[in-house]
């Protein structure tokens, strides 16, 4: 760690760059090209900062048990990771009522009788307050702490291209309030061309995770594309996956 900071990778030569031209405080997007390196890179921020300072981190793409599962098979220790199950806790419930409505419905019963069989009132259309949900648990930080969230993509839908913008700055104003930090995960193509804008413009940086393909072999490449006030450093790094996770090399 530099200057006392807490480690954003674990990844000197890429941190180093970045810690340098960052805020105390800052958020950062990560986009995956769909190979699965961006969410690693994810977990590995958690995991660097699991030592030092509180860790929420919350699971769109994965269940709480197989990021736990990835953690134990990198040697990591997870115990200081807060793991949400936000897919659990924001559509199971309403997926579950849903599909006890259709198959009453199928047995020929009434939409009031299937709100009977299935214990009452109908099922709601959306999922609570995705928005404030997203920012609950660092809200009442005081201190420095480590967000992120493996994917913002199945909750596009529901926040827009505004709520997106707003849970964007409201993390990013959050974190610069208390020196936390925060990361978003988002697969470039899923989000409306506006939507992903908004979220690289209130981004402090911005990383691209690629797999290339060189001669029959696959090559993974982690792209700073943006940092903030400094497209000086703007550069790609060779990625590789070890045993103990994510290395890198400057190209």
Avoid: C
Wanted: proline residues 6%; charged residues 25%; negative net charge.
């Amino acid at each position: 760690m530099s200057g006392g900071r807490v480690p954003i990778f674990d990844l000197p030569e890429l941190d180093r760059p970045l810690e340098s031209a960052l805020p105390a405080g800052w958020l950062g997007l990560i986009e995956d090209d769909g190979g699965g390196l961006g969410h690693l890179l994810a977990k590995q921020a958690a995991h660097a900062g699991a030592a030092s300072v509180p860790v929420y981190y919350y699971a769109t793409h994965e269940t709480a048990a197989e990021v736990t599962r990835a953690f134990d098979a990198l040697g990591w220790e997870s115990s200081g990771v807060n793991v949400i199950d936000l897919e659990q806790e924001l559509w199971s419930d309403l997926l579950h009522r849903e599909l006890a409505v259709a198959r009453a419905r199928a047995k020929g019963l009434t939409l009031a009788e299937a709100q009977v069989e299935v214990g009452g009132a109908a099922p709601r259309r959306a999922p609570p307050a995705v928005g404030g949900r997203l920012v609950t648990d660092i809200a009442p930080l005081d201190g420095p702490f480590r967000y992120v969230l493996d994917s913002i993509d199945p909750l596009l839908d529901e926040l827009g291209a505004a709520g997106a913008e707003r849970f964007a700055r409201q993390i990013r104003e959050r974190a610069a309030a208390v020196g936390g930090s925060a990361l978003v995960v988002v697969r470039p193509e899923v989000p409306e061309l506006r939507t992903l804008a908004l979220l690289e413009l209130v981004a402090d940086f911005v990383l691209a995770s690629e797999l290339e393909e060189q001669e029959s072999v696959i090559a993974p490449k982690i792209i700073v594309r943006k940092v903030r006030n400094h497209p000086e450093l703007a550069r790609i790094y060779r990625a590789s996956v070890g045993e103990k996770g994510i290395e890198v090399v400057p190209l």
